[in-house]
Structure formats: C-alpha cells, structure tokens
C-alpha cells in the first residue's frame, strides 16, 4: 500500500493543522495505522496510533489532550488533529500501516510509510 501525506505547513505557537493521510487501497480492519514525527537531530518517534477496525486510539505522552488521531474508512483516510502546536512538535509527520490490528507503538512493527509532511512552529 501507498500512502500520501499532506496537511503540514508552518503554524504560530498555539495554532492547529489536520494532517491527512490517504492509503492507495482500502485497508484492512486487521491493520493500524499510526503516526510518527521526526524532528532534525532526532530519532523517529510515536505520535498517535489507531485501529483501523477501531477501538480507543493510542498517543504518546506528549501529545495527548492535544492530537487527535481519526479515520475516514470510506476513503481509506487516517487524519490527525493537532491543537495548541508548540515549538516541540516542529517536525517531519509521518503515516504508517502495520500488519497488526493492535494499534502499536513501536516503529519497527509499520512495514508501509508514507513520504512525511513538514510541521514547522514558529512566530
């Protein structure tokens, strides 16, 4: 499967962006899909983690109560909303779909990655 990502773009402190992330063919109910953010200098990390099948979404420390992570399973969709974006959510946002159904958190468990979209906080 391919995936495209779009929706990042550059933000004031405390702004919101909605990043997209279309799959190239339906996805399974057995599979995940996740996001995770790399910034320069440092290694990829979790964001936010769904099931596609659903169920309670997962997110890393640092996001929650401000990212929401959902899907679209008509148009084979995942989405993230992000709220009061900080300096420390300037990153590279990538999409990922695992073979599992359990919405994991660990990177190495994605086998498909889409190309990543720029968030840049800044004022």
């Known amino acids: 499967v391919q995936l495209q990502a779009s929706g990042g773009g550059l933000v004031q402190p405390g702004g919101a962006l909605r990043l997209s992330c279309s799959a190239s063919r339906r996805i399974a109910s057995t599979n995940a899909l996740a996001w995770f953010r790399q910034a320069p200098g440092k290694e990829r990390e979790f964001v936010a983690a769904l099931s596609w099948r659903g169920g309670s979404p997962r997110y890393a420390d640092s996001v929650k109560g401000r990212f929401t992570i959902s899907r679209d399973t008509a148009k084979n969709t995942v989405y993230l909303q992000m709220n009061s974006l900080g300096f420390e959510d300037t990153a590279i946002y990538y999409c990922?779909?695992?073979?599992?159904?359990?919405?994991?958190?660990?990177?190495?468990?994605?086998?498909?990655w889409g190309q990543g979209t720029q968030v840049t906080v800044s004022s």
């Open positions: 990922a779909v695992s073979r599992l159904s359990m919405a994991t958190t660990r990177l190495e468990e994605y086998q498909y």
